[in-house]
Nanobody, 124 residues
């Protein structure tokens, strides 16, 4: 069973930065497309960004384009989300997700495995 564990969340002031990490168990990390989603209280889970399993395709939500960057380190079985110029509206629980041989999909149903989430709170 593939396990995803997010870390790096916390409280930050508006304009600040955070880097989230998502460690993936097993030996098949390089075959997984990876995505980040977020869910604010009382709202649906929203797409943030994704990277295809080969790493050649990236996709960002308009709300984070130019501020967030997704990257992966296949040697460490880890995907990262660098978040800069954070805004209070970025406050949410952030989830990473994995899709075997997937593309950079914004559709949550394309992902087979999910982490437990990490809280990001941006104060104004």
């Amino acid at each position: 069973q593939v396990q995803l564990v997010e870390s790096g969340g916390g409280l930050v002031q508006a304009g600040g930065s955070l880097r989230l990490s998502c460690a993936v168990s097993g030996r098949l990390f390089s075959t997984y497309a990876m995505g980040w989603f977020r869910q604010a209280p009382g709202k649906e889970r929203d797409f943030v960004t994704a990277m295809s399993y080969r790493g050649g395709s990236l996709y960002y939500a308009d709300s984070v384009k130019g501020r967030f960057t997704i990257s992966r380190d296949n040697a460490k079985n880890t995907v990262y989300l660098q978040m800069n110029s954070l805004k209070p509206e970025d406050t949410a629980v952030y989830y990473c997700a994995a899709a075997r041989f997937g593309g950079a999909s914004h559709y949550y149903r394309d992902y087979e495995h999910w982490g437990q989430g990490t809280q990001v709170t941006v104060s104004s």
